[in-house]
């Protein structure tokens, strides 16, 4: 298995991947010089091969300005001349893979030097890119490719890292902090003196947020928000207009550190039944954050809790209010126990789809000259109020 590198990016400006790249593989062709009978400054190597293309760099040294012809067993002849300072370097190409030669003849040598090189046909490797956008990191990791192999990662023309596959061509290597936005990776492989396969893929990397739970506390009149995001990041809370929702600590941001985050957001003022949330990010990453997306929620305001005496006599009160359609009502005394009606059982209604109710209690079973009305939903307590009636 490869081992593992890493690459920090701390202000790259946006942008797992998965992609192919090829493997390759050479043997790099021997080193000749010029015989005793030759000019003393020539000399002729093979310097690099691209296997695939087969193409066979020759260079060498020798006498400024002389004219050196190249002439491949399977292949077009080439000429040069050596520069001013004394070096040469032309490209030959063959023909098919296997072992091939070249005679390299220089106008100030008295005979040809052969040189020989084999190419071969290499193999197709793979690479994957695995990418957590939530802890902000990509790994690319590549299989099948050359043992040995140098590899060169770039993430938007900039250079990650140059690494080398281990002896089974494998090998892996993790960005930390990757910006959001679209990025494009280029994974170069090199080996026998040149660069054998270069392939560019382009990837998005987005600040995926999620809302996990949405809970409403009309008791303590707050709307908590919790989920998962990216870490690094900031978010604010507003409504449709992009007004801000207020939170309940006075803050303005709430910061993703660990992947996870919370809010409190203070109640809405009376009237409001249902507030629209959109949670904004903000990449942290910045020296002012940068607003890279948002997920949108909501919330349901339940409705208060009212209550009013409709009539009182000694025998007979009438109370009426509203509270949260579907609610179950409950009434205690002055003693605060709970207010029953004439078989002892607790009076417990529902709230009506119309959210009034209307309810007609025996003041004869209750203690004190007060009453308090409650009303409890699926979530729990919506709220209360206490009434006197005498």
Do not use: C
Not at 302 to 314: Q, W
């Amino acid at each position: 298995m490869a081992a593992m590198q890493n690459t920090r990016i701390s202000d790259l400006n946006q942008r797992t991947w998965l992609g192919g790249v090829v493997a390759l593989a050479v043997v790099l062709g021997s080193l000749a010089t010029a015989a005793p009978a030759q000019a003393a400054s020539f000399s002729a190597r093979v310097g690099a091969i691209v296997h695939n293309a087969g193409e066979v760099t020759i260079t060498g040294t020798g006498d400024a300005g002389d004219l050196v012809s190249i002439s491949p067993s399977d292949g077009e002849p080439v000429d040069t001349r050596v520069k001013p300072d004394g070096s040469w370097r032309v490209k030959a190409h063959v023909d098919g893979f296997g072992d091939h030669t070249f005679e390299v003849a220089a106008s100030g040598a008295s005979r040809p030097t052969t040189l020989h090189a084999t190419t071969r046909r290499v193999a197709e490797g793979i690479v994957g890119v695995v990418r957590d956008e939530r802890q902000r990191w990509a790994t690319v990791n590549g299989t099948g490719l050359e043992p040995r192999a140098r590899i060169d990662v770039e993430l938007d023309g900039v250079l990650m890292t140059t690494t080398a596959t281990d002896r089974d061509g494998a090998f892996a290597h993790r960005i930390n902090g990757v910006p959001f936005g679209t990025h494009r990776v280029t994974v170069t492989e090199r080996f026998d003196g040149a660069e054998q396969f270069r392939r560019n893929v382009n990837f998005p990397f987005e600040p995926y947020t999620i809302v996990d739970e949405v809970r409403v506390d009309p008791i303590a009149r707050v709307v908590h928000l919790q989920g998962t995001g990216p870490i690094t990041t900031e978010m604010r809370f507003v409504d449709e207009s992009g007004a801000p929702w207020s939170l309940t600590d006075g803050q303005d941001w709430v910061t993703n550190t660990d992947g996870t985050w919370s809010a409190d957001l203070a109640y809405p003022a009376p009237g409001v039944r249902f507030m629209g949330i959109i949670a904004q990010v903000y990449d942290a990453m910045y020296e002012t954050p940068r607003f890279v997306g948002s997920t949108t929620t909501g919330a349901t305001i339940p409705f208060p809790v009212t209550a009013t005496v409709a009539k009182s006599t000694p025998k007979q009160l009438v109370l009426t209010g509203s509270a949260e359609p579907g609610a179950r009502l409950s009434f205690t005394d002055a003693d605060g126990s709970p207010v029953t009606d004439d078989d002892g059982n607790a009076v417990e209604p529902s709230v009506p789809g119309s959210s009034e109710w209307r309810v007609t209690l025996d003041p004869r079973r209750m203690t004190g000259g007060t009453v308090t009305v409650s009303a409890t939903g699926d979530d729990g307590p919506l709220g209360s109020v206490t009434l006197t009636y005498r």
